[in-house]
């Protein structure tokens, strides 16, 4: 709280979000009630706030005005990426404005405010935001002893022969929730990706703060053994150190002791699928915006 002329400015509780990205976490925040209660706040509306502003003329963000000297907030950063549709929202769909335009904006503002970001940031203010391969090159340095999937590359418009796989998944190297097998599309393909999905089941592992919860994806909670879950979750704690990460998702696929790093997420899509995540996401949203 800040106290000017003798009465207190209430903390604004904010959960920012791209403009055009749902996020499970501010979907939650609408079931919460009270002084304490955190609005979410799409990235446009939060930067115009802080005095952010398209210039014609120069084609750059500049800032044109601050907030009161009064006015902070406490804020859960939930811009895992900035949309190009975002950035239109700028400048008008002119394509003058790049990403990291706003990115920079985004960064300055949080500085000034109590922020909850990444301990590690690489192309994201949350943490580290990495397409699949450079995933599992950090979790082989990591040395968790977790085996990663076989994959293929094809740079440019090298063909890619994946008669090896039996179960291949052709996708984006940035596509982290497709992993059902498939069949390349029909004709040339520029960077062609296909990964070997794991054998094994499914079992998502996903953070919020300091609390670990474990789900398999056919069967519920109660399908993973209690040691099993204890060793994915020691695990994804390694995991969410090393993507920097304070909220997050990681697949892993089991089979007997083959243990498999899928992937991970900063955006709980898998998570909020899952049985309780509204109820613990609203515990969560409740201490961050009291403690």
């Known amino acids: 709280m800040t106290r ?25 925040a609408g079931a919460l009630a009270g002084s304490n209660a955190p609005r979410p706040v799409k990235l446009s509306e939060f930067l115009q706030l802080q005095g ?31 949309s190009r549709k975002t950035v239109e929202m700028f400048d008008g769909g002119e394509g003058v404005l790049e990403r990291g335009q706003i990115y920079a904006c985004y960064e300055d503002a949080l500085r000034e405010h109590a922020a909850g970001s990444g301990a ?25 002893g977790v085996s990663v999937p076989d994959y293929l590359y094809g740079y440019g418009p090298t063909p890619v022969d994946a008669s090896s796989f039996t179960r291949p998944v052709f996708k984006s190297p940035f596509d982290l929730y497709h992993w059902r097998p498939n069949e390349a599309e029909p004709g040339d393909i520029w960077d062609q990706f296909v990964v070997e999905r794991p054998q094994g089941a499914a079992v998502l592992v996903y953070f919020l703060g300091q609390r670990y919860c474990v789900s398999a994806l056919r069967g519920g909670e109660e399908a993973v053994a209690r040691d099993q879950a204890a060793t994915l979750i020691a695990l994804s704690q390694r995991v969410a150190h090393t993507f920097g990460a304070e909220l997050g998702e990681v697949l892993w696929h089991v089979s007997g002791d083959e243990i498999v790093f899928a992937a991970f997420s900063h955006f709980l899509i898998g998570a909020a699928r899952t049985d309780q995540f509204a ?12 403690g």
Do not use: K
């Not at 920012?16 to 990205?21: A, E, K, L, S």
């Not at 995933?135 to 968790?144: S, T």
């Not at 109820?279 to 009291?290: C, H, I, N, P, V």
């Open 279 to 290: 109820a613990r996401a609203r515990d969560y949203l409740s201490e961050y915006f009291t």
């Open 52 to 82: 952010f502003g398209f210039d014609a003329m120069t084609g750059q963000m500049q800032r044109q005005h601050r907030p009161p000297g009064d006015w902070q907030a406490r804020i859960l950063d939930r811009v895992i990426e900035v």
């Open 120 to 144: 590690a940031r690489q192309y994201s203010t949350v943490g580290r935001l990495l397409p699949l391969p450079t995933q599992w090159h950090l979790i082989q340095q990591a040395g968790l």
């Open 4 to 28: 000017l002329s003798g009465r207190e400015e209430p903390m604004h509780n904010l959960i920012v979000c791209d403009d055009f990205v749902d996020d499970p976490l501010a979907q939650a």
